[in-house]
Each structure stands twice: as structure tokens, then as C-alpha cells.
T-cell receptor, first 110, second 115 residues
Framework: KQEVTQIPAALSVPEGENLVLNCSFT??????LQWFRQDPGKGLTSLLL?????REQTSGRLNASLDKSSGRSTLYIAASQPGDSATYLC?????????FGAGTRLTVKP | ETGVTQSPTHLIKTRGQQVTLRCSSQ?????VSWYQQALGQGPQFIFQ???????GRGNFPPRFSGLQFPNYSSELNVNALELDDSALYLC??????????????FGPGTRLTVL
């Protein structure tokens, strides 16, 4: 059974710092891995999607990497801003469903 | 925005009642998946509908049921509501081919509170 773990559960950083969020999964037989952002009480906003054959994806200040063999992904956020404060979820895609981690709650202090 | 819409936005029910949540898929999509997200947790897969038939189910009891209509919109029905059913319910639509997987696009969710 696929288990997805995100570390740390919560993170607080000053504005301007670069930071890394971690995601690990137990079954490497995945189709893709996706990082989402979720603001309090809101739905999911897709940030980056990495296909199983890819190693990384970049969008603006965000970079996500995928190492399927070790069951790990990282989300790198450069030059963090207070507007980046949210919960970040990673999810791995099987044939039908997506398995999510519990998320990392990020607070960026001005 | 993904083009996936859900209604209602918020809903309050009492224990034992029944509820129906609705999802309108993105144009061209033939598959809809439903997820339950309890407070402080990641979303949990409830079930998926593909071409109007259930195509996979997570660890949820039979009182959670669904429908997918010819226009690929969908309903999630929950009978005999329990307090633990209080959560954000998310639907995700996608285009699924006969073989292979799909990329899911999420709606904004319906917040259900059971008192």
C-alpha cells in the first residue's frame, strides 16, 4: 500500500529565505507526482507535475525534483515571500487514485 | 482555474441526515474522482467514475455512493451522516484513455459540517 510522508509538518521562515520541502513515498510504481498549494479552507492549486520519466520541473521560483528509485521528491522555493504562506501537499498518482501526504504548513514572516 | 466547479460551497447537516454534493467536470473530461479531506490531513480517495460506472473505490463504507451523468457531471451522496463525515469534499476531473493514467484537475471543494 502506498504511503506518502511529508517532512516537516510545519515550517516558519523569514522572508527572502530559500527553503526545501520534502516528500517520500513507499511504492516507486507511480505515474507522476504532483505538488499542490492549499490556502486555509480552500481547494487545491496545482503547482508542478512531474511525470515518472522526468527528474524535475520548474515554474518561476519553484523547482520540484523526483527520484523514483529512492521514493523521494523535493519542492524548492527560492526567495520566499509572505504570500507563499500556505499548506503544500505532494501526491503520487497510481492508475486510478492519487495518494496524498498530510502536507507541510509553511509560514513566511515579513 | 481548472474549470471544475462544485456546489454547494458550504453545507451544514445534522447527524443521520443525507447529503448530495455536485461536481461539474472540465469540458472534454470523461472521468471524475472524489476525495475527502479531514481537517489537518491530506485528501483521501473515495471513488472514481469513468464513463458513468464506478472504476475504483477507496476505504469508504457503502453509505458513500456516487453517480456520473452522460454529460460527465457527478454527484456524491452520503447517507446516515456521522460527525466524522465533517470535511472538505473535493472532486477532480480528467480525461482517461482506455489504457494509461490521467492528470486530475481539482475543483474548489464543498465544506460539509455535520452537527
Amino acid at each position: 500500500k502506498q504511503e506518502v510522508t511529508q517532512i516537516p509538518a510545519a515550517l516558519s521562515v523569514p522572508e527572502g529565505e530559500n527553503l526545501v520541502l520534502n516528500c517520500s513515498f513507499t511504492d516507486s510504481a507511480i505515474y507522476n507526482l504532483q505538488w499542490f498549494r492549499q490556502d486555509p479552507g480552500k481547494g487545491l492549486t496545482s503547482l508542478l507535475l512531474i511525470q515518472s520519466s522526468q527528474r524535475e520541473q520548474t515554474s518561476g521560483r519553484l523547482n520540484a525534483s523526483l527520484d523514483k528509485s529512492s521514493g523521494r521528491s523535493t519542492l524548492y522555493i527560492a526567495a520566499s515571500q509572505p504570500g507563499d504562506s500556505a499548506t503544500y501537499l505532494c501526491a503520487v498518482k497510481a492508475i486510478r487514485d492519487m495518494r496524498f501526504g498530510a502536507g507541510t504548513r509553511l509560514t513566511v514572516k515579513p | 482555474e481548472t474549470g471544475v466547479t462544485q456546489s454547494p460551497t458550504h453545507l451544514i447537516k445534522t447527524r443521520g441526515q443525507q447529503v448530495t454534493l455536485r461536481c461539474s467536470s472540465q469540458s472534454g473530461h470523461n472521468t471524475v474522482s472524489w476525495y475527502q479531506q479531514a481537517l489537518g490531513q491530506g485528501p483521501q480517495f473515495i471513488f472514481q467514475y469513468y464513463r458513468e460506472e464506478e472504476n475504483g473505490r477507496g476505504n469508504f463504507p457503502p453509505r458513500f455512493s456516487g453517480l456520473q451523468f452522460p454529460n460527465y457531471s457527478s454527484e456524491l451522496n452520503v447517507n446516515a451522516l456521522e460527525l466524522d463525515d465533517s470535511a472538505l469534499y473535493l472532486c477532480a476531473s480528467s480525461f482517461k484513455r482506455e489504457r494509461g493514467t490521467d492528470t486530475q484537475y481539482f475543483g474548489p471543494g464543498t465544506r460539509l459540517t455535520v452537527l
